[in-house]
């Protein structure tokens, strides 16, 4: 149980029959990109058949630490609207939205469904992750199968933080939020896929 940020691929994304699926989803946001004018988005791609740790062509990570340090951080580096941007989104699509986009659509944890693009995501989250400077180089890039979530509650980080110390290592729980939220963006935009919450 819990809560886990996944990546979607085209059969889910496009299945109306399923109970799991996202047609319902997927129609609504296509309505709502043609009424603004914006070409449908339909280059979703397939999920792998077999999950193949650090190959990067799926994404799966636990919401897991407290998010009270994450908190406080994007309240003093960014602007409410930035953070409201960051931290309230419940599909992300891989693709630069001016404004997010509210859909009259549940999802699994709420009767609508807010949509914001990878890249302004993507953005905030380089800036949270310069202002703690992040180690990103040593984080895992590659989510296919709970690997930032493990790295940062196994002992991987701690043992990290202690060789290579800095504003990162002296609250993990927050510095595995911002590693979340820059590797989602990183893959949206890399594999074309959306990531919902699941």
């Known amino acids: 149980m819990g809560i886990y940020l996944v990546s979607v691929g085209a059969q889910e994304w496009f299945d109306t029959e399923d109970e799991g699926g996202r047609g319902a989803l997927a129609a609504a946001l296509g309505a709502e990109l043609s009424r603004r004018g914006l070409p449908p988005y339909e280059s979703v791609p397939q999920a792998p058949e077999r999950l193949v740790r650090g190959a990067g062509l799926s994404f799966e990570e636990k919401l897991v630490p ?11 580096q960014l602007s409410q609207q930035e953070y409201e941007l960051l931290c309230g989104w ?11 986009i509210w859909l009259p ?13 990878a890249p302004q995501v993507l953005a905030l989250a380089e800036r949270l992750a310069s202002a703690v400077d992040l180690p990103v180089d040593a984080i895992p890039a590659a989510c296919d199968n709970l690997d930032l979530t493990m790295w940062f509650l196994d ?7 202690a060789a290579r110390p800095g504003p990162w290592a002296e609250d993990l729980d927050a510095a595995f939020y911002v590693a979340l939220y820059l590797r989602a963006a990183q893959h949206s935009l890399r594999r074309g896929c959306p990531l919902v919450y699941s």
């Open 105 to 117: 659509t549940e999802n699994s944890y709420a009767d609508t469904t807010m949509v914001a693009g």
């Open 155 to 161: 002992g991987e980080a701690q043992r990290f933080a």
């Open 90 to 100: 419940s599909l992300l699509v891989p693709f630069a939205l001016d404004e997010e």
């Open 66 to 76: 407290p998010m009270d340090g994450f908190d406080a951080l994007c309240r003093a």
